[in-house]
C-alpha cells in the first residue's frame, strides 16, 4: 500500500548495508571467537550505526538505513534469531568462499523483534525517513537446508508466517517503509506463485510502503509475472550491467516504482555525476520520472568506507543537479 | 544395482578437522606458498576424498573434482579464445561461476584434467570415473562474442570435449560422464561429435531438472542418467520405453539438501524404476554433484545410500 510521503523527485536512499569500520570487523572476529561478550559488541555496532547513520543526514539521502551493523550474512541474521534453525556446516559458495548454511530442522517461530531497536535508533537519531530491512520468506527457504518441511512451499509459507511477526513489529514500532530483500525471487521461475503468496502475508493489510530488493535476477523468465508481487516498488540494479537490464523491461509497463540503482557496488571505481545522471536518463526508455527512487545498485558493505561514501555522495549530488531540470 | 557418483565432492571438512584447501589457497593467493606445495595440498585432500567415497561403498567413484572452481570453467575456460568474465549463477543453485567469454573460434587446449586423472587414477582404489561439463551445458553456460550461433558454440565444445575424452582413454580413463544440465533440444548430434571414437563406457547425466524426449536420442550413450529427484517426468520416459537396451543412471539421493533418505522413501521409487529397468541395469546415486553439502553430509549421504541399496 503506497504511503504518501514529503519527498522531492528522484529520491534519493540506499538498499540496506554500509561497510563495517575495522573497529567493528575486529570486534565482530574477537566475538565470534570468545574474547569479547555482547554487551561491548552492541556499543560498538550502535557507534557504528550511529556514524552511518550520520553520514546519510550530513549527505542529505532522502530514505536512509541504520546501516545493518549488527548484521552479517542475511539469511543466518534471522534464522539465529528464530526458533527451528540449526547452524549447519561449511558450503561454498563460489571460488574459496564459504559460508554456514543453517538448517531447518523444526517449526519456523518468530521469537522477537530482531531490527526493530536499530530502526528505532536510526529514526530518532536522524529524523529522516528510515527502511526497515529483513530477507524475504522465498530467499529464506532458497538458501537455507529443509529437514523438516514436506515441501519448500511448505517451507516458504511457515518462514513468511514467522517474518510477518517481524514486519508487525517494525509496524507498531512505527516504520511505515519496509523493505523486503528477495535476491533469489527469480531462481526458480515455476515457483513464483508460491513466492507471491508467502510475500502477501509479510505485507498484507498493512497500511506502509514496501520494497522489494532484488538483484541479479533473470528477469525473463518472471517479468511481467513479478509485478504481481504485493509491492509498491521494486528496488533494482541498472549500473553493473550498464543499463543492459532496461531492455527486458521495455517489453511491458513497468506498473510500480523502481529503485533505480546507478552505481555498481562491485567496482571501486567511483561514478561521476554526469555518468550518473546520463544512467537516469536511460531509464526514462521504461519509467516516468515520477516512477523513480534513485539508489545503488545494492548494499555498500563491500565498499571501503570511502568508496561508500564517494558513491553516496555521487548519487545525491547528481540527483540535485538533475532536480533543476525539472 | 551399482552406486556412483556424479562429479564434484565438499573440498573441506569442518572443525575439528583441518580445511586444507581453503586455507592453502588463501596462502597461494599471499604468495606464501606455491603452485607445487598448493598441488600437493590438493593431492593430498583428493586421496582423502576418494577413500571417503571408497569407504562409503560407493562402486564407481570420482577424484572430487577438488581443483574445480565450479563445473564450466575447470574445462571451459582453458580453450583457446576463451576468458572468464564476471559471476554468473549456476543454474537454479545459490552457487556461481565466472562465466566463459567466447571471443573467437574455440580450439582444445590442455586442460589439468590429464593430469589430475593421471594421480586419481594411480591412487584408487574402485573404479574411477571422469565427469565432464557436456556441450549444451557449456554453449548455454557460456557468453558468445563470436560465432552468434548456439550450434556452432555447442559443436566446436563437443570436438574439444571429444580431444580431451581421447587422451584421458589414452591414459587408461574406463569410464566418463558428460553432465547436462542443460536441457536442450539440439540432441543427439553434440553428443554424438563429443563421444566420437571414444570406447570408455560413456555416461550422458542431466540433473536438476526433467530431461526433454530427444535426450533419448543419444545411441552412442551406454549410460542415461536422470535427476529422480527434481525430474518427476523422468519416471514417465521410462515407461515409455525409451531407455532401450542402456543402463538407467539413478539419481534419487538429493545432493542438495541435508535431509537424509529413508529406506521407506527411496525403496518403493526403485520398484517403480524396477517395473521397467532391471536392477542390475541401474546405477544409484545422488542427483547432482556433492559440493553443495556440507563434506560431513555429503559422507553420511553416501553411506546411507548404499546401506539402502544393500537392503532393497
Known amino acids: 500500500m503506497n504511503v504518501k510521503l514529503n519527498l522531492p523527485l528522484f529520491p534519493t536512499t540506499v538498499v540496506g548495508s554500509f561497510p563495517k569500520p575495522d573497529y567493528l570487523v575486529e570486534a565482530r572476529s574477537k566475538y565470534s571467537k570468545k574474547e569479547m561478550d555482547e554487551n561491548e559488541l552492541k556499543k560498538l555496532e550502535l557507534k557504528a550505526s550511529d556514524f552511518w547513520v550520520d553520514f546519510q543526514t550530513k549527505a542529505g539521502v532522502n530514505i536512509i538505513s541504520d546501516g545493518e551493523m549488527d548484521r552479517g550474512d542475511m539469511v543466518a541474521f534471522f534464522s539465529e534469531r528464530m526458533d527451528g534453525f540449526k547452524q549447519g556446516g561449511l558450503v561454498r559458495s563460489y571460488g574459496n568462499r564459504y559460508y554456514r548454511k543453517p538448517i531447518i530442522t523444526g517449526p519456523v517461530k518468530f521469537k522477537e523483534p530482531m531490527t526493530v531497536e536499530m530502526w528505532k535508533r536510526a529514526k530518532a537519531r536522524s529524523g529522516k525517513y528510515v527502511k526497515g530491512i529483513l530477507t524475504g520468506p522465498y530467499t529464506m527457504m532458497d538458501w537455507l537446508f529443509n529437514e523438516y518441511y514436506p515441501s519448500r512451499k511448505d517451507a516458504c509459507i511457515a518462514l513468511a508466517e514467522a517474518l510477518r511477526s517481524e514486519v508487525q513489529a517494525l509496524y507498531d514500532g512505527g516504520c511505515r517503509l519496509i523493505q523486503i530483500d528477495e535476491p533469489a525471487i527469480s531462481t526458480r521461475p515455476e515457483e513464483i506463485d508460491f513466492a507471491i503468496e508467502a510475500n502477501r502475508i509479510l505485507t498484507e493489510g498493512l497500511e506502509a510502503k514496501f520494497f522489494m530488493h532484488i538483484c541479479y535476477g533473470d528477469w525473463a523468465k518472471i517479468y511481467p509475472k513479478m509485478l504481481e508481487l504485493p509491492v509498491d516498488q521494486f528496488d533494482l540494479e541498472f549500473a ?79 540527483v540535485k543537479e538533475l532536480r533543476k531540470e525539472y | 544395482m551399482k552406486t556412483t557418483v556424479i562429479g564434484s565432492y565438499p573440498k573441506i571438512p569442518n572443525y575439528p578437522r583441518e580445511e586444507r584447501i581453503r586455507k592453502a589457497l588463501h596462502q597461494l593467493d599471499k604468495k606464501e606458498i606455491t603452485l607445487e606445495q598448493l598441488e600437493k595440498v590438493f593431492q593430498e585432500e583428493t586421496l582423502e576424498c576418494m577413500r571417503e567415497m571408497e569407504k562409503a561403498g560407493v562402486d564407481l567413484i570420482t577424484d572430487g573434482q577438488l581443483r574445480w572452481s565450479d563445473e564450466i570453467t575447470y574445462f571451459a575456460g582453458r580453450l583457446e579464445n576463451v576468458e572468464l568474465n564476471g559471476l554468473t549463477r549456476f543454474f537454479n543453485n545459490n552457487t556461481y561461476y565466472r562465466q566463459p567469454v567466447i571471443n573467437g573460434k574455440m580450439k582444445w587446449k590442455e586442460t589439468g584434467i590429464l593430469k589430475d586423472f593421471e594421480f586419481a587414477g594411480k591412487n584408487a582404489k574402485k573404479e574411477l570415473k571422469i565427469s565432464l561439463p557436456g556441450p549444451h551445458t557449456l554453449a548455454y553456460c557460456a557468453l558468445d562474442k563470436s560465432y552468434e550461433d548456439f550450434k556452432k558454440i555447442a559443436k566446436d565444445f563437443a570436438k574439444a570435449l571429444n580431444k580431451e575424452m581421447k587422451k584421458l582413454e589414452k591414459a587408461g580413463a574406463k569410464y566418463i560422464q558428460l553432465n547436462e544440465p542443460f536441457t536442450s533440444e539440439f540432441y543427439p548430434n553434440f553428443i554424438e561429435i563429443a563421444f566420437k571414437g571414444v570406447k570408455a563406457k560413456r555416461f550422458l547425466w542431466s540433473y536438476f531438472y526433467d530431461v526433454p524426449e530427444t535426450f533419448f536420442d543419444c545411441e552412442c550413450v551406454e549410460v542415461v542418467g536422470l535427476d529422480f529427484v527434481e525430474g518427476k517426468k523422468n519416471f514417465d520416459y521410462l515407461k515409455k520405453g525409451l531407455l532401450g537396451d542402456r543402463e538407467l543412471g539413478v539419481g534419487i539421493i538429493d545432493g542438495r539438501n541435508t535431509k537424509m533418505e529413508t529406506f521407506a522413501q527411496i525403496e518403493p521409487q526403485i520398484r517403480k524404476i524396477e517395473d521397467y529397468v532391471s536392477c542390475d541395469m541401474m546405477w544409484i546415486s545422488p542427483n547432482t554433484g556433492l559440493d553443495f553439502l556440507p563434506r560431513e553430509n555429503a559422507d553420511a549421504k553416501l553411506k546411507n545410500m548404499v546401506e539402502i541399496i544393500k537392503r532393497i
Open chain 1, 240 to 318: 553493473n550491467r550498464n543499463y543492459e537490464l532496461l531492455n527486458f523491461f521495455k517489453k511491458h509497463p513497468f506498473t510500480k516504482e523502481v529503485g533505480y540503482g546507478v552505481v555498481d557496488v562491485h567496482s571501486h571505481n567511483i561514478e561521476t555525476e554526469e555518468q550518473i545522471i546520463a544512467g537516469i536518463k536511460r531509464g526514462f526508455v521504461v519509467y516516468k520520472p515520477e516512477q523513480m527512487y534513485i539508489d545503488p545498485d545494492c548494499g555498500l558493505k563491500t565498499r571501503s568506507l570511502e568508496e561508500a561514501q564517494k558513491k553516496m555522495e555521487a548519487i545525491v549530488e547528481a
